[in-house]
């Protein structure tokens, strides 16, 4: 079956800028999750949604939002970026919270 | 507050070297336990879940196990193709969909 599919797979944007970054979970799963990683972070928590409700949010500025479609599709939103947004963003998707959550290849933000 | 810790950061092996990787975890109420791997540029492959302390899993060359402190990934004769980052992460009960990686252990298979 299909895995989750993250687009697009580059960006370089300017600072100042925002960004919009698409995810499409496996059928049938309806959580949706995304990370942020970062070679001095690692992978960190950003927010999850289930059934278009976003159920829980990590520590990252207002500047960072997202939704989630009636389909389970989600959008990450990142408004004002800075040099620091520069990172791998992940996207995972599962049956729902506590089963096994698969990510999909990420999308590379690059602010310059 | 959740917390996973992993140990060593880095590992050489020759190939057929077995070897474990260790995972400790501090977690308020733990939903489960993941174990990932991650190629560079790629986003994290799932391997295993666990739920409670004694559980085993395996696949192929690599077995899971959980205590209540600590989780363990077990590499059997190891091939080169295990070169790999590998990640641990914890849900707890009270984080929705939440999970709170390690900073993973980078192996490296030399044949």
């Known amino acids: 079956k299909a895995g989750v599919t993250q687009t697009p797979r580059y960006l370089i944007k300017t600072r100042g800028q925002q960004v919009t970054l698409s995810c499409s979970p496996i059928s049938g799963h309806r959580s949706v999750s995304w990370y942020q990683q970062t070679p001095g972070q690692g992978l960190q928590f950003l927010f999850e949604?289930?059934?278009?409700?976003?159920?829980n949010k990590g520590n990252f500025p207002g500047r960072f939002s997202g939704r989630q479609f009636s389909n389970s599709r989600s959008e990450m939103n990142v408004s004002t970026l800075e040099l620091g947004d520069s990172a791998l963003y992940l996207c995972?998707?599962?049956?729902?919270?506590?089963?096994?959550?698969?990510f999909g290849q990420g999308t590379r933000l690059t602010v310059v | 507050e959740d917390q996973v810790t992993q140990s060593p950061e880095a590992l050489r092996l020759q190939e057929g070297e077995s070897s474990s990787l260790n995972c400790s975890y501090t977690?308020?109420?733990?939903?489960?336990l993941f174990w990932y791997r991650q190629d560079p540029g790629k986003g994290p492959e799932f391997l295993f879940t666990?739920?409670?302390a004694g559980e085993e899993k395996e696949k192929e060359r690599l077995k899971a196990t959980l205590t209540k402190k600590e989780s363990f990934l077990h590499i059997t004769a190891p091939k080169p193709e295990d070169s790999a980052t590998y990640l641990c992460?914890?849900?707890?009960?009270?984080?929705?969909?939440?999970?709170?990686f390690g900073q993973g252990t980078t192996l490296q298979v030399k044949p």
């Open positions: 949604y289930f059934s278009e409700t976003q159920r």
């Open positions: 666990l739920y409670s």
């Open positions: 995972a998707s599962s049956r729902d919270s506590a089963f096994e959550a698969f």
């Open positions: 977690v308020s109420g733990l939903r489960g």
């Open positions: 992460a914890v849900q707890g009960s009270g984080n929705t969909g939440k999970l709170i």
